[in-house]
């Protein structure tokens, strides 16, 4: 038993503790030790798992390459026949960051909330459902096989849903709250039917199934020569899942809970719906490579989602005017990147950019958390403006989480974010990297759009907001602080070869994560050709001049939209208006700002054919159903009566009698349902005797 | 005719006897009643059985004890001068057809085993041996008992009491 | 007296309290109902165990006659008080119109 052996298994552990405890004791404990204890409780368990996590990994450091992935098995789980499923932890490098990442911005956030949510009469409600999401995450993250993935995956959606219904007296939350929900839902049938399928050609092929990742990698070239229905089976599994992360990433076309989502309380924002549960998509796509690499028809489809997401997405950001929805567009755009680093191939580049996107935009969420509760839970950003003067912290943190969203040389996101272009590039398409590399600069002005309208400028609120806004307390702003300081430095985590660095997440992820070095298309066919016994030469071209190439040009085009950005909305409003009055601008804006009437498409599409099915079921049951009895009664009536003219006396007293019969059954069998428990009793014990007594004369 | 035989048919007359007018009678207070002694005779069938501690058990808990709750019942909840009201016409037929199909299936049932019964020894005080037992061999159904008696105690008191507020 | 003879009348009072179970409409009868029961089952232990004891537990009978005593006792007290309670409740405690969870 090592150390990280006898310690992950605390790691989900605790925060579940944590959630019970709140769950089931939170309001006594709220009621009679008052809002800083309740918080601290909820603090606490999050804080030792995360010092427990990176204990861990620094533990993990010192174990040399090849002993990196490490099982702790815990329980049986489920065994029936050959379909075995264990309660099992998998710790390696992958895992090892995502815990990292959840307890580490988890905790941090938890610090926030009690900030965030002073005051709120649901306090202890909050940090139970925040505890129980970090120990369903954790699950996901840890989990050994695909059921207990499964059971993260559900989880965290179901705190998801509690969370962003947080508030659900108000039922515009409640709404925004259930759309996540089924939304989510349609996602989770495609991961189940992967699961299932996997479970059937797994138990057809080999006899005997764990769903593990292990076995499955081990399995998956002889799965690969499988076909389902003409198609191979990796590409359909492959493609079940994806359209599970599309539901949980919020990828087209189910992306559109993920702006409603920001109903919530913004520390669920930021830790949910923009740090870790979204990305859950990409961790899955990432601890599933073996998978994606041998299925290079769904990568193409990936990357065609991914790009299509982070450009469209970006685009909408750049019109709306609620300072969270800006965050939230901004979010499903950079999972965009992440799925597009997925599709072609280089999976280390999106976990990075997945590590990432979570310190900077958690820290984005938490500024604009903080801006929000200092302006009394106003959004809009149109009355908001030259707030740095009174936040600094926040002000200076945000603008440090900007710099790094936009991609400013040295700041995490340019590493990750020129990775994933490269990479794109070279192993994708030129036109994807032209997609990424638009969006890139799309992504920049509308993050300086959102600094300079909220930080800069003029006062737009009004006086009393004005006067009451002041710098939110320190267990606000240090954590913001924190994660802004991560946002800047942790880049270096992964400082490529052409600038002089070594990838060292790479590196350290490459035990569990190997990417494609070509395009997926190209290794499909070096596997096949492996397999046929043919030799397979990869070339080695020095690429580095275009790799200079593409990071100036894309810095360049950073620069320059921010630069807009700064011209439109500080240095000359005037300009902005007048290119805003064109009809076309016009209209335009109008489409960005009403999200491409995606919501009303779907409305459309999907929602009202429902409703009128419904309605016409109705009507058909109306006129038709009824009409035919109707005309049933009709006929028959006016048939008794030439009859009943004719045969009064003869046949009356057989349809009587018919009617008494029936009437009379009717009112026997009828206490048989009075759900009265004397009649229950009475009928069973009579039946229970006859039951007995044919027994005895017919068998025994 | 020994003289244990005689108090066994003066038992079964009463359990017998006074139970039909528990089960029949239309006036709830006499069925209270009635049941009083249908206990009591059961505490003898006990007696007779050498089962001197059950009895008085019997007799302490049961009549003393439920049988007087019932009898409180009663006369604290419904309208007793209404004993018309007391049966279900219509579940007459069917409890009968219950009650005596279940006690002929039953008598036949005694009739047709056959039991492999030990001519039973000198009958000695019990109390001791029970005592034992339940302290050793069965210490925990006595105390899930026990917990249980406890849970019912308080529950009864919650239930009432919760009636008064409001 | 034989085993048989104890077991008849546990019998017949087993019958009598299943058809007043079925019949009465009173709550607190159906309780009364079920007492009547619940002693014809602990006659049926006490005589076995006096008839047909197995050589090293020849009490146990008796035994599982003292705990259906007290559960007896445990359940009259917790029904009866709901009685007492839905009485407050409904001012009746007809149990054929107690039918408030059928949907």
Redo the contacts between chains.
């Keep these: 038993m090592t150390y990280i052996q006898s310690v992950i298994p605390w790691v989900p552990i605790l925060p579940l503790f944590g959630a019970i405890i709140l769950g089931l004791f939170g309001k006594k404990i709220y009621d009679t030790l008052g809002e800083n204890v309740t918080g601290i409780l909820g603090c606490l368990t999050p804080m030792i798992s995360a010092i427990l996590a990176f204990s861990a990994f620094f533990k993990m450091l010192s174990v040399e390459t090849g002993n990196r992935i490490i099982q702790i098995p815990l329980t049986e789980w489920i065994t029936v026949a050959d379909f075995q499923i264990e309660w099992t932890f998998r710790y390696d490098p992958l895992s090892s960051v995502m815990i990292m990442i959840v307890t580490g911005i988890g905790t941090l956030i938890h610090i926030y909330g009690m900030g965030y949510m002073h005051k709120d009469q649901s306090f202890w409600r909050f940090f139970s459902y925040m505890n129980l999401f970090l120990a369903s995450m954790l699950m996901l993250v840890l989990g050994d096989n695909l059921i207990m993935m499964f059971l993260g995956w559900e989880g965290v959606g179901l705190c998801s849903y509690l969370l962003i219904g947080f508030w659900f007296s108000e039922e515009a939350n409640a709404v925004a709250g259930k759309k996540a929900f089924i939304v989510n839902r349609i996602g989770d049938l495609g991961f189940l039917a992967g699961m299932f399928l996997m479970i059937m050609y797994s138990s057809q092929l080999f006899g005997n199934v764990s769903l593990s990742f292990g076995e499955m990698q081990s399995r998956i070239g002889d799965l690969s020569q499988v076909t389902f229905w003409g198609f191979p089976l990796l590409e359909v599994i492959g493609l079940c899942f994806f359209i599970g992360a599309m539901g949980k990433s919020a990828q087209i076309p189910l992306y559109v809970w993920l702006p409603d989502a920001m109903a919530g309380p913004t520390p669920v924002s930021a830790l949910i719906h923009a740090a870790t549960m979204v990305t859950a998509g990409v961790y899955m796509m990432g601890r599933m490579y073996f998978l994606y690499s041998l299925a290079p028809h769904v990568l193409g489809f990936v990357s065609l989602i991914a790009a299509l997401t982070c450009f469209i997405s970006a685009t909408i950001g750049m019109a709306q005017f609620d300072i969270k929805k800006v965050l939230a567009y901004s979010t499903v755009s950079q999972l965009g990147y992440m799925f597009l680093a997925m599709s072609v191939g280089a999976f280390s580049a999106g976990i990075f950019h997945l590590l990432t996107h979570a310190a900077f935009k958690a820290a984005l969420f938490m500024g604009s958390g903080s801006v929000i509760v200092a302006l009394h839970h106003k959004q809009d950003m149109r009355n908001m403006g030259g707030l740095l003067k009174k936040m600094p912290i926040t002000g200076w943190s945000f603008i440090a989480a900007t710099f790094a969203i936009m991609g400013f040389p040295l700041t995490s996101g340019f590493f990750s974010k020129d990775e994933i272009l490269w990479k794109a590039f070279i192993q994708g398409s030129p036109t994807l990297w032209l997609v990424g590399f638009i969006a890139a600069g799309i992504t920049s002005f509308y993050m300086w759009r959102l600094v300079f309208m909220t930080f800069f400028g003029e006062n737009r609120s009004d006086e009393h907001t004005w006067e009451h806004c002041k710098e939110q307390p320190k267990r606000t702003v240090i954590p913001i602080a924190i994660l802004a300081i991560a946002a800047i430095t942790i880049g270096f985590l992964n400082v490529p070869h052409f600038l002089g660095g070594h990838s060292n997440f790479t590196e350290y992820l490459s035990p569990v994560v190997k990417d494609l070095s070509i395009t997926p298309a190209e290794h499909y066919q070096n596997v096949l050709d492996t397999a046929q016994g043919k030799v397979v030469h990869e070339s080695h071209v020095d690429h580095t001049a275009l790799e200079w190439t593409l990071m100036v040009a894309s810095v360049a085009w950073t620069f320059f939209t921010a630069f807009l950005a700064w011209f439109f909305y500080m240095k000359n409003p005037k300009a902005r208006e007048y290119i805003m009055s064109g009809v076309w601008a016009q209209k335009i804006f109008i489409i960005l700002y009403n999200k491409y009437y995606v919501d009303e498409f779907y409305e459309m599409v999907v929602l009202t054919p429902i409703r009128k099915l419904f309605l016409f079921l109705a009507a058909f049951d109306q006129m038709v159903v009824d009409g035919l009895v109707n005309f049933a009664g009709f006929l028959g009536r006016h048939l008794s009566a030439f009859i009943g003219l004719f045969d009064q006396n003869i046949v009356d007293g057989a349809v009587n009698g018919t009617a008494w019969s029936f009437q009379t059954g009717g009112k026997g069998f009828s206490f048989l349902q009075s759900s009265k428990i004397q009649t229950v009793i009475g009928t069973s014990i009579v039946i229970f005797i006859i039951v007995i007594v044919s027994f005895i004369l017919y068998i025994g | 005719m020994e003289i244990a035989d005689l108090f066994f048919y003066l038992f079964s007359v009463m359990i017998i006897g006074l139970g039909g007018v528990v089960a029949f009678s239309r006036n709830l207070l006499h069925s209270a009643f009635a049941l009083f002694f249908v206990l009591f005779g059961v505490a003898g069938f006990y007696v007779l059985l050498g089962a001197d501690f059950l009895a008085m058990v019997q007799i302490m808990v049961y009549a003393g004890g439920v049988c007087v709750l019932l009898i409180f019942a009663t006369m604290l909840s419904d309208n007793i001068s209404q004993p018309g009201k007391s049966n279900l016409s219509f579940q007459t037929v069917l409890s009968t057809v219950a009650g005596g199909g279940i006690a002929l299936l039953l008598l036949s049932a005694f009739e047709n085993t056959t039991w492999n019964v030990v001519a039973p020894g000198a009958m000695e005080p019990t109390t001791n041996s029970i005592g034992k037992l339940l302290l050793n061999e069965y210490i925990l159904p006595f105390e899930v008992i026990s917990f249980l008696l406890l849970a019912a105690m308080v529950s009864a008191i919650m239930l009432v009491k919760k009636g008064e507020n409001s | 007296?034989?085993?048989?003879?104890?077991?008849?009348?546990s019998?017949?009072?087993?019958?009598?309290?299943?058809?007043?179970?079925?019949?009465?409409?009173?709550?607190?009868?159906?309780?009364?109902?079920v007492?009547?029961i619940i002693?014809a089952a602990?006659?049926n232990f006490?005589?076995f165990?006096?008839?047909?004891?197995s050589a090293e537990a020849r009490?146990?009978g008796?035994?599982f006659?003292?705990?259906i005593?007290?559960?007896?006792?445990?359940?009259?007290?917790?029904a009866?008080?709901?009685?007492?309670?839905l009485?407050?409740?409904k001012k009746?405690?007809?149990?054929?119109q107690l039918?408030g969870?059928?949907g």
């Design positions: 007296m034989s085993l048989e003879s104890y077991l008849s009348i019998a017949l009072l087993f019958a009598m309290g299943l058809i007043m179970f079925i019949s009465r409409r009173n709550s607190v009868a159906i309780l009364m109902a007492e009547l002693n602990a006659i006490v005589a165990s006096r008839f047909v004891p009490l146990d008796q035994v006659a003292i705990f005593i007290l559960l007896a006792a445990a359940e009259a007290v917790v009866l008080a709901i009685v007492l309670a009485y407050k409740e009746h405690i007809q149990a054929d039918v969870l059928h």
